[in-house]
């Protein structure tokens, strides 16, 4: 449904460009669930961006291909893009349920994107956008409220409501937990996971957060300083984790149902993305890096599709 | 003799807000009404132990912390803070003795990397608590206490760093600086307020073991404040669980964890995200939202989601029991509703 081809997404900067998204590849079928995690900075929201072209103006595509149902939209026109845009990928934007226009009802605001992007009557998108609210979890009789009124996770179920609008097939989910308490995020995750079996949706979680990953996602791909450094379906991912930082990640978060100790820490700082360094990104941090590890990793795939960049695998 | 090496002890503490209201329920003589920030705490905090307080936001842990260092004035309840022999009692403590005691009571800041002043290197860093206190003495006796703050969080050699600004300072030298400059002062009370939520994963341990190892280096008691119980699982001796302003459970971190007695912490737990696919457990998804903290539901505050509420629990308000010495629950049906030791985790099925 989705193939992500040697996509390169830079930012003007001065003195030359942030390779922000450095040659990733993705792939993802019909009603799968794929995690792209990583730290601050490591290129996954912008890679996610890059999907439906909408980076800021000092982003561009500098190659590769985003094959669509077999359409580029790398290359296709601002007119057909529109068209695929929400009608069949949306995104819930990081941060954007603090982003709801605080003096529209909600429901006006759920039906702003099918007038858009359908030939609709505002009755008939106001009705879709009444449903749309009671198929998110929350009370019909809160359509006409405020976003004042409800709380973080109500918010978020009405981002997700707008991406729904117009029955995409793939949903672009970025950080969408990431400032919710405990409760309200995993009421937020059983929502999005019963939403993808009703709807047979594809989804892409976007997160820092690899136990959220863990929990809702069949395949992860793991981001490093703008590389894809490891990409396969979560069970073998989380089991044997094949790059060394996506181990050291695994094994930076603490398990309440581990030991009771302090994690392991990776040392060092990511990789200033205007100068990377020439061969692996990660190597000034990985406690494996040798000689060899000065040359850019072979991409290779082991166990027949799990996907790892690293000399030492 | 004392038993246990208190440095801090809350009894009752009450925060409450006036709500503003209008003009007309002022001539109408409504009801003054209150947001129940905390409503009825107490615990104490031990010398060189983790006590952390846990709970989704708006259950009262930040107004604690920021009561206890006086930020804010306390409604009712007492805090006392015990240096050796010497108990103040903060909550009706004067001026000057609040003066006296601000050193000894340090907060480490959430975002490190902004609370550095950035035209500051990090000698003035440093100096500033020490100036600010009037503590330190000569000006050999200052540069001793910077010089081993800083060897202390692990900036070594300390001379080197003390020229440098906050640009010339890796992200985590930045919060080792921030760190060290709330240890300056030898504080015998640390309160952390979420230290590492901002911090990227793979760091966090590097952080938190720094502040470990200082409150072990120190004995100082600490206060972490978090809504995450895999953090207070991995660094805290003692867990308080608070909901809506009140303490529902607290005890060893291992006990609340493992052998949670109260609904509340029960659901918590089962949803701490857990970076394993396979691990097969039920998950109890608690319905709605915390109360308003203006309208607290009567009885006890969790029986509006709670999965074993019964009449009782609409209009009674349960107390404090102990299930072991050291563990506590608020609840009214702990017994008989979870009353073996579990031994498998709580919420992971056995039959998976």
């Not at chain 1, 060092?268 to 020439?278: I, R």
């Amino acid at each position: 449904m989705l193939d992500v081809n040697n996509l390169k997404t830079f930012y003007r900067a001065d003195g030359g460009y942030v390779k922000a998204v450095d040659d990733v590849d993705l792939h993802l079928d019909e009603g799968e669930a794929l995690g792209l995690a990583g730290e601050s900075g490591c290129g996954k929201t912008t890679a996610a961006l890059s999907i439906v072209r909408l980076l800021p103006s000092n982003a561009s595509i500098m190659g590769g291909e985003v094959l669509y149902k077999g359409q580029d939209i790398v290359k296709m026109s601002d007119r057909k893009l529109r068209r695929i845009r929400w009608k069949e990928i949306s995104i819930v934007f990081q941060g954007a349920m603090n982003a709801l226009n605080p003096v529209k009802r909600i429901v006006d605001q759920i039906a702003e994107p099918i007038l858009l992007h359908e030939e609709v009557s505002k009755e008939d998108a106001l009705q879709r956008a009444r449903k749309l609210v009671e198929f998110v979890g929350i009370d019909k009789a809160r359509a006409k409220d405020y976003p004042h009124e409800f709380s973080g996770g109500m918010r978020q179920r009405v981002m997700i409501a707008m991406a729904l609008a117009c029955s995409p097939r793939l949903v672009i989910l970025d950080e969408p937990t990431t400032a919710l308490d405990v409760m309200t995020k995993t009421q937020i995750q059983e929502l999005v996971k019963d939403l993808q079996k009703r709807l047979t949706l594809s989804t892409i979680l976007i997160t820092h957060d690899l136990s959220v990953i863990a929990e809702t996602c069949d395949k992860v791909a793991i981001m490093y300083g703008g590389k894809l450094v490891e990409y396969a379906d979560v069970v073998s991912t989380f089991e044997k984790p094949l790059h060394p930082y996506t181990s050291g990640l695994i094994r930076a978060f603490p398990n309440i149902y581990g030991s009771r100790e302090l994690p392991l820490s990776i040392p060092g700082s990511p990789p200033d993305l205007l100068h990377p360094p020439d061969g692996c990104r990660f190597a000034p941090r990985c406690s494996m890096a040798d000689k060899e590890c000065s040359e850019p990793p072979p991409a290779k795939i082991v166990n027949g599709n799990h996907y790892v960049a690293c000399w030492k695998q | 003799m004392k038993l246990l090496d208190d440095v801090l002890e809350l009894k009752d503490l009450r925060v409450w807000f006036p709500v503003r209201s209008g003009i007309l329920a002022g001539l109408l003589r409504k009801e003054a009404k209150f947001v129940h920030a905390v409503d009825g705490i107490s615990f104490d905090v031990r010398r060189g132990e983790v006590f952390c307080l846990v709970g989704e936001s708006g259950c009262g842990k930040t107004t604690t912390a920021r009561c206890i260092l006086r930020l804010i004035d306390p409604t009712s309840g007492t805090i006392k803070l015990i240096e050796g022999d010497r108990t103040t009692e903060l909550s009706s403590a004067t001026k000057p003795e609040i003066k006296r005691l601000r050193p000894k009571m340090q907060l480490i800041f959430q975002d490190p990397y902004e609370s550095l002043d950035p035209k500051m290197h990090v000698l003035d860093q440093l100096s500033e608590p020490l100036r600010v206190n009037k503590i330190g003495g000569s000006r050999k006796e200052k540069m001793g206490r910077i010089l081993s703050a800083l060897s202390n969080v692990g900036l070594i050699p300390p001379e080197t760093f003390l020229y440098r600004y906050p640009h010339e300072l890796s992200g985590g030298q930045r919060q080792r600086v921030g760190i060290a400059s709330s240890m300056v002062l030898d504080p015998i009370l640390l309160i952390a307020d979420e230290p590492v939520s901002m911090i990227d994963v793979s760091m966090r341990s590097e952080i938190l073991g720094i502040m470990l190892d200082i409150k072990t280096r120190s004995q100082a008691a600490f206060v972490l404040i978090t809504h995450d119980f895999s953090l207070a699982w991995a660094v805290g001796d003692r867990i308080a669980v608070m909901y809506s302003g009140r303490i529902v459970e607290m005890g060893p971190a291992f006990d609340v964890i493992r052998e949670p007695r109260h609904p509340y912490t029960r659901a918590l737990v089962s949803v701490v995200p857990v970076p394993d696919p396979t691990l097969q457990r039920k998950r109890i998804v608690l319905r709605g939202e915390v109360p308003d903290p203006v309208d607290v539901p009567a009885g006890c505050r969790f029986h509006p989601r709670c999965p074993i509420a019964k009449e009782r629990c609409k209009t009674e308000d349960p107390e404090i029991q102990n299930v072991t010495a050291e563990h506590q629950v608020a609840c009214h049906f702990w017994q008989e509703a979870f009353p073996e030791k579990n031994t498998e985790p709580a919420g992971v099925s056995t039959n998976a």
